[in-house]
């Protein structure tokens, strides 16, 4: 019985392995044209080999197989019976994938284990499905509403607020400052009092730090439920921070391993955390939506109150109106289209109800094929639809928003003089305004060298190194022809390498305009320490030498009539990619560059940034790759030193 066991499990891995092999070859011979990297083993285990995790591997090899094709805009990367064609430097051709090929090149099933919640906006195919237009439809004017975006910056400003009083908890230690060289005196810090306008804060771990602040600032204007990351201790931030790990790692887990396996393990180590996690943020997320519907249930209620209720009403109405300012989270206008929605199908239901009982039988079935027609068009999201669209608003706002602030923090200490130069432009801005005073139109229309660098750290440090595409119908893309099911990607990492002929010179000049960069004055690392003795100071603001400030840049707009998405990221003229580009474009991008921009202002107004003294050589040695976004091995430590 063994035996014939063994001979069966023999024959069933001669039969994989001869299938394997043959499959391989076969897609061997038949791409031999295009250039790239081959290799007989699965991708997961190739990458092993090289001692690196998939994603990471996969940006790295289409890169390098760029470099090494540089007359091809299209390469392969053949792993085994897996085939990726990867997409780059032809800003033509990549337009044309994203915006004009909608209906033959589309997201397909590549994304489908996103959608643990079901689908959403993120993970559905957007070629011929009714769930993408409609959460499209619903969603885009939200994200685009100018009173959501005032309430971001609000909510950024003040969480800022909130994680430097954190700090002084926790980085603000007298015996812990590792500027040993510097006399104490030079940098005022009260212990007694914690006030933040006398503080410095000690090697702050900015890949945990800049993680709680956008988990916060998404809670808040995604759902307007405050998590208190930063009002309770360290035990409390930790937690937070193993549960959201446990669903982005059981997240990634699902494009791994099939929807069944994490069913039948779910009693099982990491699996059975994963459930409870899952399990969590459902339970959460049902009380928020319950919450929320209850209060536009009320307001509704409120105004169709007939007049004998009308008096009992007014009280409730008045409070409602007080408070409407403070519901423009994502939840809260989701819920409050819901409502407006369904009503409206009501009113016109009853409408032609009673238009019914009055025409005669050809207008009846007139009216009977437009309320079909209505309700075709109804555009209410059910409320599975609306957990699934907050899962995935949860994980897009927060991740690759930390994972921009880490790597831009990251930049600022490693080229001090891009530093000092955007400080003297925050300077020249906001000269003797407080942090109260800076309003959401100056974040969006000013500083317009903090814009570059923003875009360059993009170029520079993909946060996000591609976008997937799958060929839904046989297709041609620059010189070759796909057929169905064929997975195309659209790597960012490589394209970045090439924009601008930017390569490996971080320069955020190269995305000025030409007259705002003749006005800049070079700043030198020098200039950056304060002083003719760069060792004498590190970092600290020296009242006896003091900067020439840059010639003031000449405004180019009202910044009072400009609309707020003035900041913005334009492929034609940037040629880069940080939220893709076409109808799948990333919808919350005017809220990321919004909180990342307000947070480097708020930090950079007050604190000069440097890297740990001793740590220089081991913080240059952190090893970057990729999961979702870009990641770390070892978070990034930085000493935030008070401005005087």
């Known amino acids: 019985m063994i035996y014939l ?11 994989f392995l001869t299938y394997y092999t043959c499959h391989f070859f076969y897609l061997y011979f038949k791409y031999k044209h295009i250039p790239g990297h081959i290799t007989i083993f699965p991708s997961i285990i190739d990458s092993y080999l090289h001692n690196d995790i998939f994603l990471g591997y996969f940006y ?45 090149i589309n997201k397909g099933n590549l994304l489908r284990p996103v959608a643990i919640f079901g689908e959403n906006i993120f993970s559905a195919d957007s070629s011929n499905n009714q769930i993408w237009k409609k959460h499209r439809k619903i969603c885009n004017p939200i ?104 669903l982005l790692f059981g997240l990634m887990l699902h494009f791994a391993l099939p929807h069944w396996f994490f069913n039948w393990f779910s009693f099982f180590g990491f699996f059975k955390k994963f459930k409870e996690s899952k399990e969590s943020f459902k339970k959460n997320a049902l009380q ?105 608003f949860l994980f897009a706002g927060f991740e690759t928003s930390s994972s921009a602030l880490t790597f831009m923090f990251r930049m600022l200490v490693k080229y001090p003089e891009i530093q000092k130069k955007i400080q003297l432009e925050i300077d020249q801005e906001f000269n003797n305004l407080n942090n109260t005073e800076i309003t959401f139109e100056m974040i969006c229309e000013r500083l317009p060298y903090l814009d570059a660098f923003i875009k360059e750290v993009f170029r520079f440090k993909s946060i996000i190194g591609a976008i997937g595409r799958q060929v839904l119908e046989r297709e041609k893309v620059g010189d070759y022809i796909f057929e169905k099911g064929t997975n195309l990607v659209i790597s960012s990492f490589a394209h970045h390498y090439f924009t601008k002929d930017g390569k490996l010179n971080f320069n955020p000049d190269r995305f000025l305009k030409s007259q705002l960069l003749s006005q800049q004055q070079p700043v030198t ?31 180019t707009r009202d910044y009072n009539n400009k609309s707020a998405s003035c900041f913005n990221i334009d492929f034609n003229e940037d040629d880069i990619l940080p939220f893709s580009i076409g109808p799948r474009d990333c919808i919350g991008k005017r809220m990321a560059l919004l909180e990342i921009k307000t947070t480097l202002v708020h930090l950079l107004k007050d604190y000069n940034l440097m890297v740990p003294k001793g740590l220089e050589k081991e ?15 070892k978070p990034f430590l930085i000493d935030f030193i008070k401005r005087k």
């Open 60 to 104: 790295q090899k289409a890169l390098q197989n760029f470099i090494q094709n540089p007359s091809h805009n299209i390469i392969k990367l053949h792993f085994g019976i897996e085939i990726y064609f990867i997409i780059a430097k032809d800003k033509k051709l990549i337009k044309n994938l994203l915006i004009n090929k909608q209906k033959t």
């Open 5 to 15: 066991l063994l001979q069966i499990i023999t024959l069933l891995i001669l039969t």
């Open 143 to 246: 994200f685009s509403l100018n009173e959501h975006l005032k309430y971001v910056f609000k909510v950024t400003m003040e969480e800022n607020e909130n994680m430097l009083q954190f700090w002084n908890k926790i980085y603000n230690t007298r015996d812990n400052i590792p500027h040993d060289n510097i006399p104490l005196d030079n940098i005022p810090v009260d212990n007694t009092t914690r006030d933040n306008n006398n503080v410095t804060f000690s090697r702050v771990d900015i890949t945990k730090e800049f993680k709680s602040l956008t988990l916060s600032i998404i809670h808040r204007v995604a759902f307007n439920y405050n998590i208190e990351i930063f009002n309770k201790n360290i035990e409390h931030r930790d937690k937070l921070h193993e549960w959201i790990n446990i």
């Open 525 to 555: 690392a020098s200039s950056f320490l304060n002083t003719t003795n760069a060792t004498n100071t590190n970092g600290v603001d020296s009242p006896t030498t003091p900067f020439t400030p840059m010639t003031p840049l000449t405004p």
């Open 288 to 392: 928020m939506i319950e919450k929320n519907f209850y209060y536009y249930k009320n307001y509704y209620k409120n105004n169709d109150t007939n007049k004998e209720e009308g008096e009992n009403n007014k009280e409730i109405n008045k409070e409602i109106n007080k408070e409407e300012n403070k519901h423009v989270d994502i939840l809260s206008l989701l819920l409050k289209h819901n409502l407006e929605e369904h009503l409206n199908n009501q009113d016109c239901n009853n409408h032609f109800t009673n238009k019914e009982s009055s025409n005669n039988k050809s207008d009846t079935t007139t009216t009977k094929k437009e309320t079909t027609t209505n309700k075709e068009n109804k555009e209410e999201m059910s409320i599975d639809e609306i957990l699934s669209a907050m899962f995935i």
């Open 619 to 633: 913080q240059d040695e952190i090893k970057e790759t990729y999961i979702i976004s870009r990641v770390t091995d």
